[in-house]
């Protein structure tokens, strides 16, 4: 069974980098599309974007200028850092998987992996 | 980008009544690719259904999905106490996006 787990600093000062990692086990990091998406408290989910194990990326166009998707598939993580926080950035933050390849079709589908989810808080 | 609305905001209902939630898109969902998700306080969303009808794997038969082009459903056909939570539409046809989420509150 697929686990995902987040890690990074749970408090970030406003204009710096929040920077986030994905450690996925239980199966293989390759072939798959992996996401962060992010909920406010309170609020709705939001999709910040995605990589594939062969580093391709796309991104929420409204966070494209600060967000930065990497993966290192020798050790099964993905990354996020999302630069210059504000108060707006404070968020339970989730890595998923959201699709993958198989038999030279590939596919983003509905999230049926999700990690815990960590909260980071922008305040100084 | 495609946004979904989701209505209503909240929904209180008994035990055993039917609950019907919606999720208008700005424009039409290709393929139908839309999903739901159940979230509990706390907890991340579990996934409900996939590509507007399908259930997921360990999802019991009274949730189930309808819906094609700008217009979906989410039914759950007889409410049980544990259903009491927040429910969210994502569309994966066109990027990512998410609704706004309904509430569902058990009285």
């Known amino acids: 069974q697929v686990q995902l787990q987040e890690s990074g600093p749970g408090l970030v000062k406003p204009s710096e980098t929040l920077s986030l990692t994905c450690t996925v086990s239980?199966?293989?990091?390759?072939?798959?599309?992996w996401s962060w998406i992010r909920q406010p408290p309170g609020k709705g989910l939001e999709w910040i974007g995605y990589i594939y194990s062969n580093g391709n990326t796309g991104y929420n166009p409204s966070l494209s200028s600060r967000v930065t998707i990497l993966i290192d598939t020798s050790k099964n993580h993905f990354y996020l850092k999302l630069s210059s926080v504000t108060a707006a950035d404070t968020a339970v933050y989730y890595c998923?998987?959201?699709?993958?390849?198989?038999?030279?079709?590939?596919?983003?589908?509905?999230?049926?992996?999700w990690g815990q989810g960590t909260l980071v808080t922008v305040s100084s | 980008e495609i946004v979904l609305t989701q209505s209503p905001g909240t929904l209180s209902l008994s035990p055993g009544e039917r609950a019907t939630l919606s999720c208008r898109a700005s424009?039409?969902?290709?393929?139908?690719?839309l999903a739901w998700y159940q979230q509990k306080p706390g907890q991340a969303p579990r996934l409900l259904i996939y590509d507007a009808s399908s259930r997921a794997t360990g999802i019991p038969d009274r949730f189930s999905g309808s819906g094609s082009g700008t217009d979906f459903t989410l039914t759950i056909s007889r409410l049980e106490p544990e259903d009491s939570a927040v429910y969210h539409c994502q569309q994966y046809g066109s990027s990512l996006t998410f609704g706004g989420g309904t509430k569902v509150e058990i009285k």
């Open positions: 424009q039409s969902v290709s393929r139908n690719y």
């Open positions: 239980g199966g293989s990091i390759n072939s798959y599309y």
């Open positions: 998923a998987r959201i699709g993958g390849c198989s038999g030279g079709s590939c596919s983003i589908n509905a999230v049926n992996y």
